[in-house]
């Protein structure tokens, strides 16, 4: 298997513009996971999809940003409007079971807002 | 909000050294754990991972200490080498009805020759 695959690796875009991430999980892994990482504040788990329904979105910062997991292979993080506050470098994780079980990352998409 | 901590933001050893990276999480009951490790431009790599019903897990140079009586965790890699250097992470996942890791803030470990 490939891993976690992550879409785009980088993405610049100016403030006020829609943004949107996308991730492959682990075939077979019901457990989905977006997390985002800044200096400041570390990683943050923002949502967690367990067999494509959000079970958790309590991380979310705001209503600009949404995920959805249309099926099992696919799920995507927008950010409409972005700011440059938002500028951080977006993870997804699967996993088999969970937080029970080791989460598999994706390489990354690092962010920048203008 | 919540968050697993550590001691210390930054370790700094020589090639051939021990080193040890400290935790400590705030949730007694949490019941399972996981060290990462996170080189530059990747995302997070498993490392080793322990329940809450052991309290030493071994593998291949690197062992997971958890003390559940001061809620520390502890992470040591024998005889570091240049390649260890990177941020590592513990994080757990807290019982209860969570089903999520929660991270801590890491350490950077840098290895020098």
């Known amino acids: 298997d490939a891993g976690v695959i992550q879409s785009p690796r980088h993405e610049v875009t100016e403030m006020g513009q829609e943004v949107t991430l996308r991730c492959k999980p682990i075939?077979?892994?019901?457990?989905l996971f977006w997390y985002r990482q800044t200096m400041m504040r570390g990683l943050e788990l923002l949502i967690y999809?367990?067999?494509?329904?959000?079970?958790?979105d309590s991380g979310m910062p705001e209503d600009r940003f949404s995920a959805k997991m249309p099926n099992a292979s696919f799920s995507t993080l927008k950010i409409q409007p972005s700011e440059p506050r938002d500028s951080a470098v977006y993870f997804c994780?699967?996993?088999?079971?969970?937080?029970?079980?080791?989460?598999?990352f994706g390489q990354g998409t690092r962010l920048t807002v203008v | 909000g919540e968050s697993v901590g550590l001691h210390l933001p930054t370790l700094s050893v020589q090639e051939g050294d021990n080193s040890i990276i400290n935790c400590a999480y705030s949730?007694?009951?949490?019941?399972?754990f996981i060290w990462y490790k996170q080189e530059s431009g990747k995302g997070p790599q498993f490392i080793i991972d322990?329940?809450?019903?052991?309290d030493k897990r071994q593998g291949q140079r690197v062992t997971v200490l958890l003390n559940k009586t001061v809620k520390h965790l502890s992470l040591q890699i024998a005889a570091t080498q240049p390649g260890d250097s990177a941020v590592y992470f513990c994080?757990?996942?807290?019982?209860?009805?969570?089903?999520?890791?929660?991270f801590g803030a890491g350490t950077r470990l840098a290895v020098h020759p």
């Open positions: 999809f367990n067999n494509n329904v959000p079970i958790d």
């Open positions: 322990i329940r809450s019903n052991m």
């Open positions: 949730n007694s009951a949490s019941d399972y």
């Open positions: 994780a699967s996993s088999l079971q969970g937080g029970n079980t080791e989460a598999f």
């Open positions: 994080a757990e996942n807290r019982a209860g009805g969570y089903n999520k890791l929660i």
């Open positions: 075939s077979g892994h019901d457990y």
